[in-house]
């Protein structure tokens, strides 16, 4: 399985919806919570080029936030994205 990780904050329902639909998958993810870490956020903001959470990267690709994670999933390429 791809390394997943997820840039969240505590009390962003969008996030806990991303986390949702990948835990229902059985994906193993890295999360990094930015709510308190204004460096980690700078990260975030370097490596997605958006302030916004949740972020999402899929190996090496930014796969943007909870809407872009759920289109894929719907159209049947968040699978292929996360297979080794």
Do not use: N, W
Not at 10 to 36: M, N, Q
Not at 41 to 65: C, N, T, W, Y
């Amino acid at each position: 399985m791809a390394d997943v990780t997820i840039y969240t904050t505590l009390l962003c329902p969008y996030c806990h919806s991303a986390k949702r639909l990948l835990k229902g998958k059985d994906v193993a993810y890295s999360e990094i919570d930015v709510t308190f870490d204004p460096s980690g956020r700078r990260k975030m903001m370097e490596l997605a080029g958006r302030s916004s959470v949740p972020q999402i990267f899929i190996g090496e690709d930014h796969v943007g936030g909870c809407d872009e994670l759920y289109a894929l999933e719907s159209k049947g390429e968040l699978d292929g994205m996360l297979a080794p």
